[in-house]
């Protein structure tokens, strides 16, 4: 493989999308893998104060897109995207956290690769503990 300059980078198409089936919802919508910005994003307003208010619309406006990548949501649709189905919702959620290796799994791989790595340096100081928060799921009763 050729080395890559700044600018090839900066063009390349590094993002995905997964169609979802949203039978309730008359369609399908499809699923994106965040940019860094907004996976930082993220991860930092959960952090902060664990504000786990409307989290699954949150991260429901983040990764819902048009086949182009493009979101169809903003911030300020946030409040009326948290009244639609939770059903729906968590669907979004669990997809979006898979095609994003975001979630408990993923951090357990990770610590399996430092701990793996006899120098004990995974490249990452720590997985984000942030992270953790956003894969919680309600306990069922």
């Known amino acids: 493989m050729s080395e890559l300059t700044a600018a090839e980078i900066l063009a390349a198409t590094d993002s995905s999308v997964e169609l979802l089936e949203t039978p309730e919802w008359g369609g ?22 664990n504000n786990l208010e409307n989290a699954r619309a949150k991260f429901a406006a983040i990764v819902v ?7 169809l949501f903003d911030e300020s649709q946030i409040a009326d995207l948290s009244e639609k189905s939770s059903l729906v919702l968590d669907r979004i959620f669990d997809r979006g956290m898979r ?37 919680e799921k309600p306990k069922s009763a």
């Not at 897109?65 to 979101?71: I, L, S, Y």
């Open 28 to 49: 399908n919508i499809y699923i994106r893998v965040m940019s860094g910005r907004d996976r930082d994003d993220l991860e930092r307003a959960t952090a902060q104060g």
């Open 99 to 135: 095609l994003n290796k975001m979630g408990d799994q993923y951090i357990e791989e990770l610590v399996k690769k430092t701990d793996a790595d006899p120098s004990g340096d995974s490249g990452l100081s720590s997985p984000a503990p942030s992270l953790a928060v956003v894969s």
């Open 65 to 71: 897109c048009d086949a182009q990548g493009k979101r």
